[in-house]
DNA sequence: GAATATACGGAACGCTCGCCCCGGTTGTCC
DNA sequence: GGACAACCGGGGCGAGCGTTCCGTATATTC
């Protein structure tokens, strides 16, 4: 459906077949690069639960070749994983950099969390990965992951500094909040807006003092505190 | 793990084979309500995933045996979360009658909230219907959720009433919070006192005045307005 | 206690899916 | 352009699981 604005992978150096044997043949790298493709696509629109037949087809290629490329199913996942991760990161380097720029700590730290909720929503994959959806991460998705959970502490950090995010979470927190988010938006098919109930969730991050300034901030104009948000 | 403290779903009246014809066999209604039982345990301990042949051998049956009284695996597993559901609800109308008799609206919906969460927490099947894990809901299974649905509905009306919760959420908005604290509690294994990340999220539905009264009495005491919770 | 409908158990079936293998093809190097 | 190795495709194997079938056992009825 959605899902096919990914740039390849940033172009991995001439590909070496893992472990340092010779270059690889013009054809292996290009069907290892239409795996990798096809892949992206297609575990973003199902998630995990698509058959490995699937992605072969959708690459042009038979399922051997792709277990010559990844030695198992959940490694060909976890690569497509760890590349979002990677994303996912850089974005969140960016917006502490706003930081260090003047910006805002706490509209940053919120602001990356939607991000990576909206991220979240529109592929599956990386949904399943955060819930933890019968998945076993691996090496490099576990440092991946690690790197993501560096930056969004850091962000963290800077919010409570801010005092626009309570004293009283830690990252696993806001991990485990952002898993929940995305849950949470994949239960609601289409009718709501997207994102809203990823705000909902994760006012329950705020301050009582931000969340009171937001709150008046919405409420001023109209009589109650209806509608909005 | 845990489970195991069901009564049997208020025993049926002698139970008749699901349309009107006579009675069942003795052995019959003693097998069926084996099946239930160990379906009860089984998918609260693995939820939906587990075979189903695990749950015969635990009933001490043969396969057949269960779909003879159960037309497929799902009806089984709707059965049990009927249950539950219906358990559930009983529970709400209790807080709501409290209400009634003059306690306070905010404690009872958020006591509510606290319930269910844990209880889905300890029983995966139900935690695997209110996320959506591949589950389609069917007729009686549904009844029971609108009925659930009804029950929350009036207590989040209290509630917003006594203005403990913001008033631009509704009950799919609450619904859709549980699923997400319900995973949201399944990613993180033990670590964390159970309740805790159930508690953050939920903080999301408070209006700013009720969060920042229980900020308030949160900091009473200590420098800061960390720990606590 | 015999007759009969009813229920039981578990082997068997069909299907899906991850993973491996082998005969053929294609890129690469001299 | 020929020889050799690397790679490809897709059929096939085996495991897991939901569901069905049928010969046997058992409750019920008279």
Redesign the pocket.
């Known amino acids: 459906m959605t899902a096919m604005s990914e740039q390849p992978p940033a172009e991995q150096p001439p590909a070496r077949?893992a472990g340092g044997g010779r270059p690889?043949?013009?054809?292996?790298r290009r069907?290892r690069a239409r795996v990798l493709a096809a892949a992206n696509e297609v575990f973003a629109a199902e998630g995990l639960a698509v058959?490995?037949?699937e992605i072969a087809r959708r690459a042009?290629?038979?399922?051997?070749?792709v277990?010559?490329h990844f030695p198992?199913?959940?490694a060909l996942f976890e690569a497509v994983v760890a590349d979002r991760l990677e994303a996912l990161t850089t974005v969140g380097r960016e917006a502490l950099a706003g930081i260090t720029g003047g910006a805002d700590p706490g509209e940053a730290f919120f602001g990356y969390l939607a991000v990576v909720v909206a991220d979240a929503g529109s592929k599956m994959d990386l949904a399943d990965a955060l819930v933890g959806a019968g998945v076993d991460l691996r090496q490099d998705t576990l440092a991946a992951a690690a790197e993501l959970r560096g930056v969004l502490g850091e962000l963290l950090t800077q919010a409570q500094a801010a005092a626009a995010v309570r004293a009283d979470v830690d990252v696993a927190d806001v991990h485990a909040v952002v898993g929940a988010a995305v849950a949470a938006e994949r239960t609601r098919p289409a009718d709501a807006q997207p994102g809203r109930l990823a705000r909902i969730i994760g006012d329950g991050l705020r301050t009582a003092q931000a969340a009171a300034g937001r709150a008046a901030a919405r409420t001023s104009g109209n009589g109650g505190e209806s509608a909005g948000n």
């Open positions: 077949s690889l043949r013009a054809d292996a069907n058959p490995l037949d042009g290629v038979g399922a051997g070749t277990y010559r198992t199913k959940e």
